[in-house]
């Protein structure tokens, strides 16, 4: 795991490499401009993000001392170097050096380079859009969301042997899987093939990206065949004010052990929510959870239930023919306040 410091950096140091001809590629420019209130509330969201996270900060330094600090600083030092300078020192001939150049330049030199190998994401407002269409038309419509967990779960004894999925996936239990579960495995697989829109994770870091595409290779999935997006794609349907304009005038269900807390505060702003169905147990409560799910009618179903959330989002549509998203921690965040609920919709 990557704590959101080293995140921080390392997104930092990413964004330095886009050569600013191209950092109008890099934003999402949806539709009309968004409204006042959504922008406020988007601060407020990173606020809090930033205060949580600086109070961490503050409370490890207190405890273990400013050594426990120079010793991380010392050791993302040679994490930079070992995965940058480091490399290229490596690859240099012995009597060469490249004086004047950084390692940024060479980087951007070689994404330059390498711009025919990009593939395209799908865009988020094309997203709204489809699931609108598709509550309009009653299609059946799935949009689920890959990160580490399922994808070390996906990786049980095909990639990975169990000791190294248990140390890695240290928190798989707490997202719903008891390592070992090859059925979880091939049920998550059977699900990124059937799933309308599959959200992956964009950065380069382990467990992340550089592991999805050898999991879907073991899996016999080509990425090619699927529809893809930015597994962030819950968070990036709230910042940018679209939540109301999807649920409005909808049926809503939610699924999840945050569900009743969110059907409250959805409820306040005037959505409809048909039921909110938790808790959820894991990936071996599917069953009952969907055996539950099928005894209510609505036009769209939120999911937030760990690594179950995939299989049961993918189930919703493909077996009831209904909308549903893989909602993530989004709901917690919208419970706890850090993401508060606005009734603006983005047109």
């Known amino acids: 795991m990557v704590s959101p410091h080293q995140k921080r950096k390392f997104i930092a140091v990413k964004r330095t490499l886009i050569p600013r001809k191209q950092k109008k590629h890099r934003k999402i420019t949806i539709g009309k401009r968004v409204p006042h209130r959504v922008k406020q509330q988007k601060l407020k969201f990173s606020k ?28 993302f030092k040679k994490g930079i170097y070992s995965g940058g300078d480091g490399i290229v020192d490596q690859m240099l001939p012995f009597h060469a050096i490249l004086p004047e150049i950084t390692i940024q ?44 967990g399922e994808l070390l779960t996906m990786a049980q004894e095909l990639l990975l042997d169990l000791d190294h999925i248990r140390t890695d996936g240290y928190f798989l239990s707490y997202a719903g899987v008891d390592v070992p579960d ?25 467990n992340f990206l550089p592991l999805m595409f050898p999991v879907f290779l073991a899996h016999g999935i080509d990425y090619r065949s699927l529809t893809l997006i930015h597994s962030t794609v819950n968070y990036i349907l709230y910042t940018e004010g ?16 945050t569900a009743p807390g969110l059907a409250n505060i959805l409820r306040e702003n005037g959505v409809h929510v048909v039921e909110a169905i938790s808790p959820v147990q894991g990936v071996k409560d599917i069953p009952r959870i969907m055996a ?13 239930a760990g690594i179950a959330a995939v299989i049961i989002a ?14 993530g921690h989004l709901a917690d965040s919208i419970v ?9 919709a983005k047109l």
């Open 105 to 148: 330049q060479i980087i951007q030199a070689g994404l330059e380079h390498s711009q025919h190998h990009l593939y395209q994401l799908m865009d988020v407002a094309a997203v709204i859009d489809q699931l609108i269409h598709a509550m309009d038309t009653h299609t059946p419509m799935s949009v689920v969301r890959l990160g580490d």
């Open 182 to 206: 090859l059925a979880a495995r091939d049920q998550l697989a059977d699900a990124v093939r059937k799933a309308t829109i599959v959200g992956i994770p964009k950065l380069r870091i382990p």
């Open 314 to 327: 993918q189930k919703v549509a493909s077996e009831l023919g209904k909308v549903a998203i893989d909602f």
């Open 242 to 257: 679209y939540l109301p304009r999807l649920l409005s005038g909808r049926r809503v269900l939610l699924v999840g052990n």
């Open 48 to 75: 809090g993000y930033n205060l949580g996270y600086n109070a961490g900060i503050k409370h490890v330094m207190e405890n273990k001392g400013p050594e426990f600090q120079l010793g991380f600083d010392d050791g």
């Open 292 to 304: 539950s799910i099928r005894t209510f009618d609505f036009d769209i179903a939120l999911v937030s």
């Open 336 to 344: 706890k306040g850090e993401a508060p609920y606005t009734i603006e």
